[in-house]
């Protein structure tokens, strides 16, 4: 049983998490009836992976698991190292999602809260700001194609809208279809519904 999965941009490696708190990298066939390699063995969770995130520039791959951690995995010299990720969370990370210039990341989680993650480089990790206002598990997170807005599903029966701007990330001047540089947390939209 595969609990999540992501592939990477050229569709020529797949991560798969066998339902347990590792993932594993393959190597696509390349025909049909062809045999899967198994390339690497991602290993740094302590309870089941609940989701991937292969970030198709960067070639960056993100992990989120029930241990209320999350790691940015960078391939260096042939082998997948983790930065650590400061998710301050109370429960288990449920989804995740990078934004479309791969600078941030966007988590759900059962904690009640949504971090948005960035690199501080003088620091050498990433770091969250949360988005706050869910009133149950946050089920999934998805980004705006261009804006820093970032969309929210919750058990509470209800689809939220933020602002995800940040502005030593996005810069200085970032337009929205809820008008420019919106603060970090504004909620745009709430959509009501009848289940989860």
């Known amino acids: 049983k595969l609990t999540c999965h992501a592939w990477n ?24 009836d062809g045999t899967w390699e198994r390339l690497h063995v991602l290993s740094e969770h302590d309870a089941l992976v609940t989701e991937i995130a292969w ?6 791959i993100l992990t989120t698991s ?6 940015v995995w960078n391939l260096e010299g042939g082998q997948w190292k983790p930065m650590l990720v400061i998710l301050r969370i109370t429960a288990a ?10 600078k941030k990341f966007a988590v759900g989680s059962g904690a009640k809260t949504a971090p948005i993650c960035y690199f501080e480089a003088e620091n050498n990790f990433w770091v969250s700001k949360m988005l706050k206002g869910h009133r149950s598990t946050i089920q999934a997170v ?9 969309a ?9 809208i933020y602002s995800a701007y940040l502005k030593n990330v996005d810069g200085k001047e970032v337009s929205t279809p809820w008008g420019d540089n919106p603060k970090f947390g504004t909620l745009f939209h709430e959509i009501e519904s009848l289940g989860w």
Do not use: G
Request: proline share 8%; aromatic share 8%; net charge positive.
């Open 9 to 32: 941009a050229d569709r020529s490696m797949l991560a798969a998490c066998p339902n347990n708190n590792t993932i594993v990298i393959f190597k696509t066939p390349s025909t049909a």
């Open 55 to 60: 970030a198709p520039k960067t070639n960056r």
């Open 66 to 71: 029930q241990d209320r951690n999350a790691y």
């Open 93 to 102: 990370a449920t989804s995740v999602q990078w934004s479309a210039d791969e």
């Open 142 to 150: 998805a980004w705006h194609p261009s804006c820093p807005i970032v």
């Open 152 to 160: 929210t599903a919750c058990t509470d029966y209800k689809c939220r």
